[in-house]
């Protein structure tokens, strides 16, 4: 890794960028929605996340504020109706399994805290700085143990390295973290898939599974993949709760729901229909 700055200068001057880009006004996702700078020591990446402490602005933009030792990177992600559409489809599942009577989880309204949109949770893990999307987190438990990660213009390999710290840095706690991923394509069209990625599968080998949103299949059949109630509490359940009991999600409704974000925003989904 190339030496990590430690200018005041340029420490300004980031803060100066980070100002004026969540300051931008919502628009078309293009490169508003997405920034990173490099070489950024942990000093000066806590010293630049206390510059947006109580910023209204910075509130405003729902920003997501991520710095990753590793890579000594700063990475901020603007929220957007695109960007939290995934969020949002994982909070409608949320209230279908609390509102599903066959279901009955008594105690899980009060045991699993959900953190995003308005009231977003920002995660310090020693030098590691990091705000999800959205996740949902056992009241007793420090770490969250379902993460949503989602990205336009961020990379993919930017999103790996999300997924990375849930996966390494949590106490195994984080259970499954779910990151989608857009991307436009050659044809001017937007494509998009999303992986549930499992960091610690109960015979300790991380698993992953993939489903491409767009261009979505031809098959009208229902696409369900699922949580289970041992992953959302972080592997302990409370005497009571069943730890196997399934807790199914939609993936044709968040097809349906990223569909909708896209054309709000003037984007075509991508399609099989060449």
Sequence with gaps: MADLFTSAAQQDSIITAIKTFIA?????????DY??????S?????????AFDNDPIFDAAY????????????????????????????????????????????????????????????????TIIKTPCFCLQPWSKPFPSVVVETGYTQPLIDLE??????????NGETKVVIMTKFAMTARGTVM?????????????????SRCTIFPAPRSSQTEVFFLDLSEVYGGECPEGVDPDRILELDLTELREMCREELRNNELVPDSDDR
Excluded: C
Excluded at 24 to 32: H, I, K, Q
């Design 63 to 126: 920003a997501r504020f991520t710095y990753d030792p590793m890579f000594g990177q700063i990475r901020i992600t603007r929220g957007s109706p695109l960007i939290d559409v995934t969020a949002n489809w994982l909070q409608k599942q949320e209230k279908k399994w609390k509102e599903n009577r066959a279901v009955q989880i008594f105690t899980y309204q009060n045991d699993i805290l959900s953190y995003g949109g308005l009231e977003l949770r920002t995660f310090t893990i020693d």
């Design 192 to 208: 998009a898939d999303v992986w549930f990625h499992r960091p610690q599968a109960a015979n300790g080998i991380s698993t992953s």
């Design 24 to 32: 931008l006004p919502e628009s078309v996702p293009d490169n508003t």
């Design 161 to 170: 390295r999300d997924k990375e710290i849930w996966k390494n840095f949590t």
């Design 35 to 40: 920034i990173s700078f490099s070489n950024i």
């Design 42 to 50: 942990a000093v000066n990446a806590h010293a630049i996340r206390s």
